[in-house]
């Protein structure tokens, strides 16, 4: 069955698009059939994959709000054959306002995604994952998302204010699964970790503490050249495969592959 | 006249509640009163500030929803006699979709904010600044900070996606200007800026050329002391102050105060 991640956390800049684009360039990478759904208006995932995004382009926010069939919105990403993602652009702001009055409003993504997965199973081309990046706020793209999504993987940031808000993110999944009862938080990411501070230490000692084995024995590392990757258009798998961060998002892919969906 | 700043940028993780507890502190440190109005439901300049935040206690959302008065929720910040602060719970997460068939939802911050400034006013304690930490979304409470705002101060992060987004919040503050005459957006304060790379010189020369005087000269330098002092629920001003990080935001502070409103 295909693993549909919902990489989501309320907490801005916690690392949740870089995760996704290289997390998926690491399923990728080793062969499996991998989609990317960005759902953030800003289109930072679709920079990162070179996938145009300008504003009035085809994107998700004609599958939400006009209900076209996702399949007319997925690419191919350069450099990875079975990688492929669905952009967003800055329409998708225009999202939440739109379907303020649309009944079931907030499964307009599970439907088209349900369509898509069907069909491409029917064709013998089943994705082996799904990753939906999510903008940093609680509202109906990220509720959208949980609806659609069979896991949710939390990026943390190794920093003070990072475990403030999980414990709303963890009761929002809670709310959803009246509506997706197969949705589970089974992963947990510890992102920009610095050996070097007491204050990254400790805050992965409290992620582990408290979330127990949803959180990933590999954490990443703060990374320059992580953050340089998506000013060439590449993930950073492509951009520095041997740097520590490329290797990290390595190893996250292969546990997360090694772990079936029930943690 | 009181300089009322909105600090926004959708970009999540980019420096917002940093700067806006860490200016408000600077500038309360040499004198000024400073009154730090905290619009995320995160609550993340709360704990900056050292104000308990937990679900239910008293806070902004009163103000926004039952439209209490502002004064009500002012609180003294400690180690600065003359700065103040508005606590965010994570009720003010309900707020969007309670105030949504209210009419003029989108001004009821100003509304009270400008009674709160004139009683202030009145009894001779006028505010010489007043700092609102926004969401990293251009919902509802970024709309009501920047109705009741007079100028917008744009942290920008110096790595890649940092530029992407800054188009769309200028041509949002474009259009809050048809309720809000007076907003501008006069300051841009580059943060995080990382000497040894390549990548935060290229977004800082990007930024001074498209944004030109409104950027300031000060950057503010990536810093561990910066990250670590909300744990302590301090400001790096100080649990650091001979620190790089708490220089350049008292450079920054005096920057802002030598430069009057219009830009
Ligand atoms: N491990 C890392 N090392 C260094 N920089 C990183 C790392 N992970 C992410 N970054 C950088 O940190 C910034 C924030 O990351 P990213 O944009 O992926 O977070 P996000 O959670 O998706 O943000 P938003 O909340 O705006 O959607 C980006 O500039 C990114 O390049
Ligand atoms: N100059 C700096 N040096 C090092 N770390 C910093 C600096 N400025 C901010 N940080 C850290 O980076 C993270 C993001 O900063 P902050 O939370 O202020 O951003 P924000 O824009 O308010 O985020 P959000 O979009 O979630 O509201 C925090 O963990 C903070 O401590
Ligand atoms: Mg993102
Ligand atoms: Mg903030």
């Given at each position: ?25 690491a399923?990728?990478?080793s ?19 070179g ?109 003070y ?7 709303t ?17 089974t ?25 127990g ?32 961060g ?5 190893e ?10 029930t943690?």
């Open positions: 069955q295909t693993r549909v991640f919902v990489v989501a956390n309320q907490k801005g800049g916690v690392g949740k698009t870089t995760t996704a684009v290289n997390l998926a360039a399923l990728a990478g062969g499996a059939r991998v989609l990317v759904v960005d759902l953030d208006p800003q289109g930072n995932a679709s920079t990162a994959l996938i145009e995004h300008s504003e009035g382009l085809p994107n998700v926010y004609d599958v939400l709000v006009d209900g076209e069939p996702l399949a007319d919105f997925v690419y191919p990403v350069p450099r990875f054959p079975t990688l492929f993602a669905v952009p967003a652009t800055i329409d998708l702001s225009g999202a939440e306002l739109e379907l303020a009055s649309v009944v079931a409003r907030e499964a307009r993504l599970k439907r088209a995604l349900d369509v898509f997965l069907n069909e491409q199973e029917t064709a013998g081309e089943r994705f082996d994952y799904v990753l939906i990046d999510c903008p940093p706020s609680l509202g109906l793209l990220t509720m959208n998302a949980l609806v659609a999504g069979r896991e949710v993987l939390v990026p943390i940031q190794c920093e204010y990072a475990l403030e808000g999980v414990e993110l963890f009761r929002i999944v809670d709310l959803v699964r009246e509506l997706n009862r197969s949705l589970e938080v992963t947990v990411l510890l992102t920009m970790y610095d050996a070097r501070t007491r204050l990254s230490a400790q805050v992965a000692e409290n992620a582990r503490e408290s979330l084995r949803t959180v990933l024995r590999t954490a990443v590392p703060r990374s320059v050249r992580i953050s340089e990757a998506p000013s060439f258009g590449q993930t950073v798998m492509t951009w520095d495969p041997g740097s520590p490329a290797l990290s998002y390595l996250a892919a292969r546990e997360i592959a090694l772990r079936d969906a943690v």
